[in-house]
């Protein structure tokens, strides 16, 4: 109970932060505002938060390292917090069976709904309230983490993100979703190096901290070069590499924020063990 109690805060925080980019009300609430008659206006905590905007780096090589170092000591932060917040190791392998079983494929099933779900009608949500990709991220990365620690397999995530991304293609044009099919794979990959154990050794932390940030921000890479409707040149490269793959990298970092304290309360409920049952 107290990991969801984190998970909440944590996430509270996260919306306290990013209410100065709220905007408008997002589309699809027409009939709310409309039944509740409520005055579509700047919302009133802008007044009262700081001035988040970010000041104009000149576009030359230099702000792509400028990027990377703040990225780098954000991740640093991020791990102690999140290390501080997770629970002890189980100590224990989910599946020590070298194929996919039946449980696997199930699973695997069960996180595809999942991913297409979140990616439908939360990912959207960060670009209607914000402006911002961060909940894309956190769509995915958040389904990725749940898949990985469920299984204890590779191969799985990758599963889930390409299966997830084809039928979120089916079902809207989201050319986007390519860029996470692609990250999904980066991730199922990285997290060879824990062998895809998700707990607060220090090791397996600093492995799952790594592959998600570095799967985000080649999520926001891929899509802010390909599928962003601007001319494939160096500045587009440039801009997808020290801004909107930074802003993914973000939205993985919150993906994480959120994920490891409810991975925290269902290890302590023993949820894996009555999965792996």
């Not at 439908?120 to 995915?140: E, K, M, N, T």
């Not at 995530?157 to 044009?173: H, K, P, Q, T």
């Not at 601007?230 to 440039?238: G, M, Q, R, V």
Request: glycine share 8%; hydrophobic share 50%.
């Amino acid at each position: 109970m107290r990991g969801y109690l984190k998970a909440i805060i944590i996430t509270l925080v996260c919306l306290a932060v990013l209410t100065p980019f709220a905007s408008e009300f997002p589309d699809g609430l027409e009939k709310v505002v409309e039944t509740f008659q409520i005055e579509e206006k700047e919302p009133i905590w802008n007044g009262l938060m700081p001035d988040y905007t970010l000041p104009t780096i000149e576009n030359k090589y230099a702000s792509t390292l400028l990027a990377g170092v703040c990225g780098f000591f954000l991740v640093l932060i991020t791990a102690y917090t999140i290390g501080l917040t997770a629970t002890k190791p189980r100590g224990e392998k989910v599946n020590n069976k070298k194929h996919l079983t039946a449980q696997d494929v199930a699973l695997v099933g069960v996180f595809c709904a999942l991913w297409v779900v979140l990616n439908l009608y939360v990912g959207p949500l960060g670009f209607q309230l914000w402006r911002l990709p961060i909940l894309c991220d956190f769509s995915a990365f958040f389904t990725l983490l749940l898949t990985t620690w469920a299984t204890g397999r590779f191969g799985t995530a990758s599963m889930v993100g390409i299966i997830g991304a084809i039928i979120v293609l089916m079902l809207r044009s989201s050319p986007h979703m390519i860029g996470f099919a692609l990250s999904a794979i980066l991730f199922d990959a990285l997290m060879f190096a824990s062998k895809h154990e998700i707990n607060p050794k220090p090791k397996h932390l600093a492995t799952t901290i790594f592959a998600t940030t570095t799967s985000a921000y080649l999520a926001g890479v891929i899509i802010g070069i390909f599928f962003s409707n601007k001319t494939l040149e160096w500045a587009t490269i440039e801009w997808a590499l020290t801004f909107w793959g930074v802003l993914h990298l973000l939205g993985g970092i919150l993906g994480l924020a959120i994920t490891l304290p409810v991975i925290g309360a269902l290890e302590k409920a023993k949820v894996r063990r009555i999965i792996s049952a």
